[in-house]
């Protein structure tokens, strides 16, 4: 069984990841954030550094509003090494869906099925995969949308069970899941709400041909998730993990802080901007330090790196570590 980081714009950016890698195992395949494709004919420089160079364990994905501009990408990424491209079918956020773009698309099942005729009627591209919500307002267009993925040689379908509608909080449509899957003759993986080792195993009883779980928040939450996923472990494993290693879990995550703390400083422009991303990895990592809420508010608004340091020591120092182990994101 597979686990891939999934993108996440603004987060999840190539410091991140090479980070990330460093520090952590059991995330076997990355994405890139979208890069988005237009009429240019090639991506801005900030988006050609998120896969250059080359990484074998990396997917870059893409986002556009006509074939012509994905097939312009696929072939540029194609020729950078990528034998997969995945096509973004899912952002929610109003400026994309109001260009027919991510999200957006699944609004109009015809512009769809075009979309992806006029892709699939070209040769020689790489292999496309698809991330997708099961609809735009209602899981019930997921059967609709299903037949049309159904039709196209996609090489692997990664579903986001919610809507457009329900961005990223409401409740999963696991009907809305299976609805989809049952017209896909490609490999399903599924995306969403995994935040412990027990939704891991629950989604992969529940179906058991599933090769691949894709994991945005979870992971940020507790960077650890993915060992604690591929080394099975159940209720019992994690509070013997509880007692045994918890410090040591909480040194490994104050290692990776403070080596992307480092890493951002040397390609950022000044200590507020290395502020606001550690904020932001921090807003989804703060859920495995409950006990920590005021350090946490104190964080939020924090203005100088060495009020950082200060709050952050102080977090790791107190927080019992055991808490590492149930993330509430
Ligand atoms: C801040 C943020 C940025 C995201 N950026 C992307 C993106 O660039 N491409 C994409 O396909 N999904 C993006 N997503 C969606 C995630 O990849 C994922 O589908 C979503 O968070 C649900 O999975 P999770 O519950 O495991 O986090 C983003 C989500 C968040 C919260």
């Not at 074939?67 to 973004?88: F, K, M, S, T």
């Not at 894709?214 to 080394?231: H, N, Q, T, V």
């Not at 007692?243 to 703390?261: C, P, Q, S």
């Amino acid at each position: 069984m597979m686990i891939s980081f999934a993108p996440m714009e603004g987060v999840t950016t190539a410091t991140f990841r090479r980070v990330y890698k460093e520090h952590f195992t059991g995330v076997d395949r990355y994405y890139t954030p979208f890069l988005a494709a237009t009429q240019t004919g090639c991506f801005k420089k900030r988006e050609t550094r998120e896969y250059t160079p080359f990484d074998p364990l990396l997917v870059p994905q893409v986002m556009a509003a006509k074939a012509e501009h994905v097939i312009w990408a696929a072939r540029l990424l194609a020729d950078a090494g990528y034998e997969e491209v995945n096509l973004n079918l899912g952002c929610p956020a109003a400026t994309v869906v109001t260009k027919k773009k991510g999200s957006g698309m699944l609004a109009d099942p015809d512009l769809l099925d075009r979309f992806l005729d006029g892709i699939f009627r070209e040769q020689d591209l790489p292999k496309l995969s698809v991330k997708t919500r099961i609809g735009f307002a209602d899981p019930g267009e997921a059967e609709r949308l299903g037949e049309i993925y159904g039709k196209y040689p996609i090489s692997e379908v990664i579903i986001h069970p919610r809507v457009r509608e329900d961005f990223y909080n409401r409740p999963l449509s696991l009907q809305g899941f299976e609805a989809m899957k049952k017209h896909l003759p490609c490999p399903v993986a599924f995306n969403g709400d995994i935040r412990t080792v027990e939704d891991a195993g629950k989604i992969l009883t529940a179906y058991p041909d599933t090769e691949h779980l894709m994991i945005g928040r979870g992971l940020l939450a507790d960077p650890l998730l993915a060992e604690k996923i591929k080394a099975g472990e159940g209720q019992k494993a994690e509070e013997e993990r509880k007692a045994e290693g918890a410090a040591e879990d909480k040194n490994r995550i104050r290692d990776f802080v403070t080596d992307l703390w480092d890493a951002y400083s040397e390609i950022l422009s000044g200590e507020r901007d290395v502020l606001f991303k550690m904020k932001e990895i921090w807003f989804h990592l703060g859920s495995s330090f409950p006990d920590c809420e005021k350090q946490l508010d104190k964080l939020k608004k924090c203005r100088t790196a060495a009020d950082y340091r200060g709050i952050t020591e102080t977090m790791f120092r107190q927080s019992q570590g055991g808490v590492l182990y149930s993330c509430h994101v």
